[in-house]
């Protein structure tokens, strides 16, 4: 679907020109996404433009309820932010739903048109327009009458030349960057956490361990200090038994000397 992004000022006659001389170059727009200030001249226009869109062309040409700031009009740098996020809302929207996007930057204030050719070469929309009459007369009676066909022949259609790069992209690497810089930290945060708890449970275990030796080591030298009472014990015995087998042995050895002296 071809569909026309366009300012609105007080002139809603500047959006059925632009579909007029788009349709002289044999490209039907399909579709109509107004951006514009919450004025209540502008949105009157709206509902002016809102009848020739659905009674002048055939088929009618469909259109979304106005994309519009708050303010009545663009006096501060805020003003001038919210109309470019309107602006990129509307972009995204249709470019996510597959549509080709026509932006025109015709209507509004000169602050409107800047801010839509720059939103226009930020977010990849390669078919940036301008409309104008090109005879003064024929202008001046236009806007006098306040007509909203003029003859074809005194519309020209302004192409701004793309940027050579897909800006649209550099601003996605840029967001992911950012978000980048916000989660290194809170990664780097959680890894530092991670080490801790993990010296944390190693130092525990090192503590465990430590107490376990040294209940290991008491137990060791009580087993030791057993164990020599009863081998000092049974040495002891050892000695006494050996005495009185040498003595038995040494009687045995009398007897039968004696013995065997008598014979």
Do not use: W
Request: hydrophobic share 40%; net charge negative; proline share 5%.
């Amino acid at each position: 679907m071809n569909v026309l992004i366009t300012t609105l000022g007080g002139s809603p006659a500047v959006v059925t020109e632009t579909i007029d001389a788009f349709k002289k170059k044999n490209i039907s727009i399909e579709k109509v996404v107004v951006v514009c200030t919450n004025n209540k001249y502008v949105l009157r226009g709206f509902e002016d433009l809102k009848k020739h869109l659905k009674e002048d062309y055939t088929p009618p040409i469909e259109y979304s309820n106005p994309m519009y700031i708050e303010s009545d009009d663009i006096r501060t740098p805020e003003d001038n932010q919210e109309f470019m996020d309107k602006l990129y809302e509307a972009i995204e929207k249709e470019k996510r739903e597959g549509n080709d996007i026509y932006l025109s930057i015709a209507g509004g204030r000169k602050t409107m048109s800047a801010l839509a050719a720059l939103a226009g070469q930020l977010h990849g929309v390669s078919k940036v327009y301008h409309v104008i009459i090109n005879d003064p007369d024929i202008e001046s009676e236009v806007i006098k009458n306040k007509e909203f066909h003029p003859d074809p022949k005194y519309l020209t259609l302004i192409r701004f030349p793309p940027v050579p790069i897909d800006i649209s992209q550099l601003t996605q690497d840029v967001k992911k960057m950012e978000e980048l810089r916000e989660t290194l930290p809170r990664a780097s945060y959680e890894a530092v956490e991670k080490i801790k708890k993990a010296n944390k449970e190693f130092f525990d275990k090192l503590e465990r361990s430590k107490k376990y030796m040294a209940v290991v080591s008491i137990c060791s030298v009580i087993a030791i200090a057993i164990l020599h009472t009863f081998l000092a014990k049974f040495v002891e015995e050892l000695e006494g038994i050996i005495v009185m087998v040498i003595l038995c042995i040494a009687m045995i050895s009398v007897g039968y000397l004696a013995t065997k002296s008598n014979v």
